[in-house]
Structure formats: C-alpha cells, structure tokens
C-alpha cells in the first residue's frame, strides 16, 4: 500500500502534465484559428495555418505568432497627416476630373482606381520615360542640385557606389544651400549589400531613417514587409518615380560589373502632392515627424495633359490596391495588354485573367528577363508559361543585362508606371508606389521601349516548354510551390 502511493501521484502528475499539454496546445491551436479566420483574406492561407497550429502543437502557433501576424500599425499615422493636409486645404483638388473624364471602357480601370483608392484622377500632369541610370539620375541629380525648398528621397536601395557618393554630394549640396532634406532607405534594401550609406549620410547631418530596421522582437514578424518605394520630390513640384534604385548597376555606359536595365519617371504636376504625401506618411510612421504645408507641398501647377492617380499599396490600409487595379485593367482591354516586369508570379486570379483576356481576343504581351538575378523566381515561373501560351498569350525573354523595368500598357491609352512587380511579394507583402496614366501620347512613347524589348528577345513557345527534361521541370515545380514566399 504504501509503494503504491508514489506510483499513484506519479500517475496523477503524469496525467495532469498530459492534459495541461494538451489544453495549452488546444487553447493555442483555437487562438490561431479564430485568427486566421477573422484576418485572412486566402482560403489556402487560412487552411495552411489553421492546420499547422493543429499538427505542429505549439511549434505551429509559435511559428503563426512571428510570421502569419501583421502588425503594421499605421492607420493612425495616416490620419493625422490627413487631417493636417485637409486643414490647409487640397492643394491639388482644383485639378480633379470625374472618372467619367475618361472614355469607355478604359473609364472603368478609372473606376475601380477611385473605388479602390479614394482619390480623384488628377488633370495637367506630364510624365516622362527614362530609360536606364544614363538618362535618370542626371535629370534627378540636376533636379536635387536645382532645389530651393525641399528634397525628399525615399528608395529601397541605396548603394555606396560612384552613383550613390553623386546622390550623397548632391543631398550634402542642397542641405549646405538651407535646403530641407529628408531621406528614407528600406532597412532590408539596404542590406543587399553593406553600403554605409546611412552612415555617411548622418556623417553629413542628413536627416535619414531606415524604414522597419529588424529587431529581436519583429526580425521574423516584419522581416518580409518591406518598402519597395522609390519616390524623390524635389520643391514639392518636381517627382521621379519608377523602377530604379540608387546603384551604379543601372548607369550602363560606366560598364558595372552587374548591368541592371529598368526604367524610371519624371512627373511634373498636381500628381506629385500625392507622391509627396506617400512618402510623408512613410516618414512620419517611421520617425514621427509630420511633413505638411511649406517647404513640403508647393501650388500645383498644370504641367501637361496626362491624367493621373497615384496608387499606394502595401500590408496596411492600402491592401490590394495595385492588384484591383491590375485586374481592371485587364478586364477593361479591348485591343491589347503589354506588360514588363523582371519578376512573373501572380496569384491564380490574375493567371486566370490574363487567359481570359487573352481569349477574347485582346492581344496580350508578356515581356521577361530570359534570366533574372534571383534563380529561384526564373525556376518558379516556368510553370505558369504553358496555360498563357495555350490561351494565346505570348511570351517573350529579353537577353542579358537583366532587365528590371515595371511596366503595364492597355489599349494604347492608359499606362500603369512604378516599383510593383508581378509577384506575390509586390502585390501581398511590399510597400509600393504606381501612378495610372490615362493619355495616348504618352503610351505612344512608352510603346517602341516595349517594341526595342520585344525586337531582342525571344519568343517562347510550347514547344519549348515541352522538351524541356523531367528534372528541370520537377524542380520548376517543387520551387514554384514556395511561389507565395519568393
């Protein structure tokens, strides 16, 4: 009797161990059910976490704890600076134009932007195309070397190169003249190779941030939620925006070691308060200095006759913009869709569409690097390319340098410019800036850098795919299922 005792409390801890165990895994694995059911917009998303809380006993929950939970708060951030900007009044509110502005069927893209985004189209804008770093970053150094009030900076990378000093002496020459400036670098752009620029920059007294530098308690929670951005404002009336980071990659006639092809943008007019105030609301959530009135925002003036809207995407508020956006576009094309991007895997809603419009007989034209400089995306993307060429989409793989150009035309009347690329990490997880363009001259001159892209490249057809070997697509296939994470 008295040997059975301690064996009987053994088996009662042993057992109460077990039950609490299991309690704490099912209160866990609930928690994240009830979470993921309330927050995710994806079915599949839902299912996998739901089920890895369940399977994987607290391993899972830890695992959705630090990485399924976005914890981006900057709804708040926006609306003060919202509430700043409306007390001075709509600078650019004189030039908005009714959607109705825009002729059928490309007035229901317009639509859509204003439904999704809340803003008006904006009349008296010019854009102008710049092909690589030989023609970009002189028009933004003498922009930056011209500037009275304001420079404003915002990139995903900024690389501590012969092109970065030339920005780094600029930004250093315009705050010694009693310009305002301000500058804001991605934490993990930054990264991709150690500059210093930051360093140099807080060397020189310039203001400068990082925008969600890691850190123990958010390095795996926000480590994929980056701001893909690039925007520069100078005066408040003067903007570059596109696809071009800070590198000396892109300047192709200095002959880098790694030439990097992309294209980027001049805007002049009422559309660049609206690519100020994205930049802004960047800067304020990630120094909590508030940019508002003089020297920021200058009077718009009419500058040209593109109609434009700028459409902020990212993993807050402005969730899916971009992709609505894609999606109208494509619904809206009659004639044909051109689209340049260095990455290409969008969700199956958008691989439907683009079969669809293809299939009702819109011309549809996919321009990529035949190589990019991420061999994982190139070995994932494959698997995608034989449904578009059965549905008549063709497909066409430009030659080295890579190239990394963003770029959407429809019906030869609307343009979408800007950083999103066609992957899940630009349409899900990034922080990204485009501007939709409705204006046929415009698109007239983005046409041949599309044309001059489709002339050297490669056609891609079936028959290709087909005699690719069993090993290459196995592997395309096993890669292609970590597509939502690339």
């Known amino acids: 009797m008295e040997s059975s005792l301690p064996t009987l409390l053994l088996q009662l801890l042993h057992g109460f161990a077990l039950w609490l165990i299991s309690?704490?895994?099912?209160?866990?694995?609930?928690?994240?059910?009830?979470?993921a059911l309330m927050k995710k917009d994806e079915v599949h998303t839902a299912v996998g976490w739901i089920g890895l809380a369940w399977l994987a006993p607290f391993g899972g929950a830890l695992a959705y704890w630090l990485l399924g939970i976005n914890r981006i708060g900057r709804t708040g951030v926006a609306l003060g600076l919202r509430e700043a900007w409306q007390s001075e009044g709509d600078l650019a509110e004189a030039f908005a134009v009714p959607d109705e502005a825009v002729d059928a069927p490309l007035g229901g893209v317009a639509r859509v932007a204003r439904q999704v985004t809340g803003k008006p189209l904006l009349a008296g804008n010019s854009v102008l195309p710049l092909s690589d770093g030989d023609t970009a970053y002189p028009a933004m150094l003498s922009a930056i070397n011209a500037a009275r009030q304001s420079v404003t900076l915002l990139t995903y990378i900024f690389h501590n190169d012969a092109v970065g000093e030339a920005f780094v002496q600029a930004l250093a020459s315009a705050q010694a003249r009693g310009v305002q400036v301000r500058v804001l670098i991605d934490a993990v752009g930054s990264r991709y190779r150690p500059t210093g620029v930051l360093r140099r920059l807080r060397a020189l007294d310039i203001p400068c941030a990082s925008f969600l530098p890691p850190s123990f308690t958010r390095v795996l929670s926000q480590v994929n939620l980056r701001n893909h951005r690039k925007i520069l404002v100078v005066d408040g009336a003067v903007g570059f925006t596109g696809g071009m980071n800070i590198s000396a990659n892109h300047w192709i006639r200095m002959q880098p070691a790694t030439p990097v092809h992309c294209l980027h943008f001049e805007v002049r007019g009422p559309v660049v308060t609206d690519m100020q105030r994205a930049f802004a609301t960047d800067w304020a959530f990630t120094t909590r200095e508030r940019l508002h009135g003089a020297p920021w925002f200058a009077v718009p003036q009419s500058s040209g006759s593109v109609l434009a809207r700028g459409v902020t995407d990212g993993p807050d508020a402005d969730m899916d913009h971009m992709r609505q956006v894609m999606l109208g576009a494509l619904a809206a094309a009659r004639q044909r869709v051109r689209v340049v991007t260095p990455y290409f895997l969008p969700d199956e809603v958008i691989l439907s569409t683009l079969q669809t419009t293809a299939l009702r007989g819109v011309a549809v034209d996919i321009v990529l690097p035949v190589r990019s400089n991420l061999p994982l995306l190139d070995w994932a993307m494959r698997p995608q390319f034989d449904e578009l060429l059965a549905a008549g989409c063709r497909i066409y793989l430009t030659p080295a340098p890579f190239d990394h150009a963003k770029l959407l035309v429809v019906d030869g009347a609307w343009a979408l410019i800007g950083s999103t690329n066609w992957d899940a990490r630009s349409l899900r997880l990034n922080f990204e800036y485009n501007i939709e363009c409705h204006d046929a001259e415009l698109v007239r001159a983005l046409d041949p850098?599309?044309?001059?892209?489709?002339?050297?490249?490669?056609?891609?057809?079936?028959?290709?795919?087909?005699?690719?070997?069993?090993?290459?697509?196995?592997?395309?296939?096993?890669?292609?299922?970590?597509?939502?994470y690339l």
Do not use: C, G, K
Not at 24 to 33: Q, W, Y
Not at 454 to 465: G, Y
Not at 474 to 484: E, G, I, K, M, Y
């Open 23 to 35: 309690s704490v895994h099912i209160a866990l694995a609930m928690a994240v059910t009830l979470h």
């Open 449 to 484: 850098l599309i044309d001059t892209r489709i002339v050297h490249a490669t056609p891609l057809d079936a028959d290709e795919l087909a005699r690719q070997r069993l090993p290459a697509r196995l592997r395309n296939r096993a890669v292609w299922l970590l597509s939502p």
